[in-house]
């Protein structure tokens, strides 16, 4: 879980921070208003995995996930040529 921690914050951007320095906004300023609403998804993601034993969650967590997306992946597949076809037709001068 650490690591997932670690890895998003290395992914945050710099630039708020810096002009949030710029600004002359302290260090926990900058941690409470732009650092810690970035990582929010991610801390409610890594906390899980801290409560449970082992992380032993995440194999029930991926299941849902796999069947939560297979009818989304069917159904785009079958709309996908009606889709198309409406996202181009506007486009076309005509």
Partial sequence: MTLILLAGLRA????????AQIDGVS???V???ITLPLIKPLIFVAIPGLIT???TYWGQI??????ITI?????SLVVQ????????FGAIDG
């Fill in 81 to 88: 040529k009606h889709l198309v076809r409406g996202l181009t």
């Fill in 27 to 29: 260090g926990l300023q």
């Fill in 12 to 19: 945050l951007p710099i630039g708020p921070v810096e002009v």
């Fill in 31 to 33: 941690f409470y208003y």
């Fill in 53 to 55: 034993t082992r992380g």
């Fill in 71 to 75: 009818p989304i992946l069917i159904f």
């Fill in 62 to 67: 991926a299941a849902a996930d796999t069947i």
